[in-house]
């Protein structure tokens, strides 16, 4: 039996901002054989596909989507031993964190950092979801996807997928393949992974914690910042980080703390949070800069603002629309630039919207909207 193909289903709810427009078509597809009847069904009505995770790193317009939204709906775990490891196979719609806690519960170590964190497994390779010293692309061995032109299936290795810092082949290059499950390589008995200075704070009294002790501590983290899913929390709806910590030369982060030393923001230069990487460029903390920039947490913009928790999640509450968001998350960006020379780049993928937001010039030509 084929799927069932809805239309004007409205996505909102599907979306952890529950903000945008309705799917012109929504097709839930159960196995691959119903992936490749949506994508022909769309191919004939000449229609664009969009495949639907958890929906907690996505911004809709208020428009919706005129095409076909499709969900993948296979879920499952399969545990098996390859080796000194244990790869762990989910299909694509498990929830992420019930990987994470059935890894944990059998004491396989790779994934603990990334435990609290929403969505569907086989998003997680998309933006290379990271976290507290883990990212996915650490323990990813292997993933099947389905080839969207050929509409064949097959098995991607790690090194095709392109990872680097909340990227991947799939992110810069969508419309390639879609994600149907994920195999993780994960150790027995191994030790946690502690390198994120807040999570070895956290855990300092522990001489040897255990994967579960990790998993925890995480989730408390993640809950002083309104980023485990709580229907009580009043920053719940939103997507975690709305930018990516930006990534500079090594002149311009020294630049930047030199500023935040002459405008008294820090007594030292090396009190602002600042993560060099292997190239020389240097990793500055977003979430730093916008509350330094002078985006105070807790703003509003009528129904939309900054969470009182976490000055990088952008939250909205209740009533507004995704047009509300987007002045927002412009207004953050045009201050962050104003006052740092930086441009913050979003991390959520947009559908039926477009980021920046542009502006039709009398040239008769589409260019970015900058503010400043
Ligand atoms: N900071 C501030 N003000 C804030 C928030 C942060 O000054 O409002 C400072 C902190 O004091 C710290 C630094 O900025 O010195 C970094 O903050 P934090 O440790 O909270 O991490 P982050 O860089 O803001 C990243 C990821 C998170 C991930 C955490 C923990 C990105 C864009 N975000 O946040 O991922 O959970 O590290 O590893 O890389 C997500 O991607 O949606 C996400 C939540």
New binding site residues.
């Given amino acids: 039996m084929p799927p069932v193909i809805r239309e004007y289903v409205p996505l909102a709810p599907l979306t952890t901002f529950e903000l945008g427009g309705p799917a012109r078509f929504f097709c839930q597809a159960a196995t691959s054989q119903d992936v490749v009847w949506a994508l022909r069904w769309a191919r004939d009505e000449n229609l664009p596909v969009f495949v639907l995770g958890g929906g907690s ?1 996505l911004v809709v317009g208020d428009a919706g989507f005129p095409g076909l939204v499709l969900q993948l709906i296979a879920r499952g775990l399969e545990f098996r031993s390859q080796g000194d490891h244990v790869v762990l196979e989910a299909q694509a719609a498990e929830p992420w964190d019930d990987l994470v806690a059935a890894a944990v519960a059998r004491d396989l170590a790779g994934i603990e950092c990334l435990s609290g964190i929403p969505g569907t497994a086989g998003a997680t390779p998309i933006q290379n ?5 883990q990212e996915v692309a650490d323990t990813l061995h292997a993933l099947r996807v389905l080839d969207r032109r050929s509409l064949e299936v097959r098995a991607l290795p790690t090194a095709e997928c392109g990872f680097s810092y ?1 990227n991947s082949v799939f992110k810069r290059e969508p419309g390639q393949a879609i994600v149907l499950s994920v195999c993780f390589a994960l150790r027995p008995g191994a030790q946690p992974v502690l390198a ?1 200075r ?1 999570l070895a704070n956290a855990l300092a009294g522990h001489a040897r914690p255990s994967l579960s002790e990790v998993r925890e501590t995480v989730l408390d983290l ?1 809950r002083k ?1 309104s ?1 485990v899913y709580d229907a009580r929390d009043p920053n719940r709806r939103s ?3 709305f ?3 930006p990534i500079v030369s090594a002149d311009q982060a020294a630049a930047v703390s030199a500023q935040a030393v002459d405008e008294k923001l820090v007594q030292a230069p090396e009190e602002v ?1 600042q993560y060099p990487l292997p190239d020389g460029r240097v990793k500055l ?4 800069l ?3 920039a002078g985006v105070k ?1 807790g703003l509003r913009m009528g129904p939309v603002g900054v969470s009182g928790a ?3 999640a952008l939250v909205h509450h209740g009533g507004g629309s995704t047009a509300d968001l987007i002045r927002l998350a412009v207004h953050v960006r045009d201050t962050v630039a104003a006052r740092f020379g930086i441009t913050l780049q979003p ?1 959520p993928v947009f559908l039926g919207v477009t980021w920046p937001p542009r502006i039709f010039s009398a040239q008769g030509s589409w260019v970015e909207s900058i503010s400043r």
Wanted: aromatic content about 12%; hydrophobic content about 35%; proline content about 3%.
């Fill in positions: 790193n979801v990271g976290a507290y010293g909340r994120y807040e993640r910042k980023l997507a975690g980080s930018f990516t910590n949070p903390a977003a979430g730093w916008v509350e330094r947490r976490h000055a990088l991390e």
